[in-house]
């Protein structure tokens, strides 16, 4: 078997195993993908969770959240690959309360990928600029239509004020809670027709 042949069969066979750990570990059951009010709703169940979630597990974060414009929140974005590997997640914006719009996130990654996680992912718009171009956007990309600055805690355990001064501030949270070697951008982010 020459080397050309082995690296698409490898690569081939990553994205499988992606495609399939990614669907085996959605929270949608039958019902919700095809009902989209139940959609809807589990999908702001989980905003209601992740947004909690944060709101104690970060000092700091949800005065941060009431000065934004915008709020997007994907709470399970599932990331999952053998050598070649991929993300997906769907999420709600929010503004001032109340949801404005549901979208998706994905991105796609090559190199040393084995296994899967699950994360969530918080989005703050927090200028009017930010908000609205990401607003009237077609699709959104983080790092390419706006830089994401991930938020980062200080010794104090407060957040630190240079990051939440940026336009967009971002948040990713694991189990183990808020992860800071991690980066948003390459995330295709599209509007959903639910």
Known sequence: MNRRHFVTRVAGSGLLVATVMAAGCTTTGTSASNDPAAKRKE??????????????????????????????????????????????????????????????????????????????????????EAYNKFVSSSGWTAGVDANVALAKVGANGQLDTLTTQQPVVGFVQTNA???????????KITKLNI
């Open 43 to 128: 999908i702001d169940a989980g905003v209601d969770g992740a947004l909690n979630r944060l709101y104690s597990s970060v000092n700091g974060s949800r005065e941060l959240a009431q000065r934004a414009q915008g709020i997007l929140v994907f709470p399970r974005v599932i990331a999952a690959g053998l050598v070649v590997g991929g993300e997906y997640g769907e999420g709600a914006l929010r503004s001032r309360g109340s949801t404005v719009g549901y979208y998706s996130t994905a991105q796609a990654s090559v190199g040393l990928t084995a296994g899967g996680q699950s994360k969530s992912m918080v989005i703050m718009f927090m200028t009017p």
């Open 177 to 187: 809670g808020l992860m800071f070697d991690v980066s948003v951008n390459g995330s």
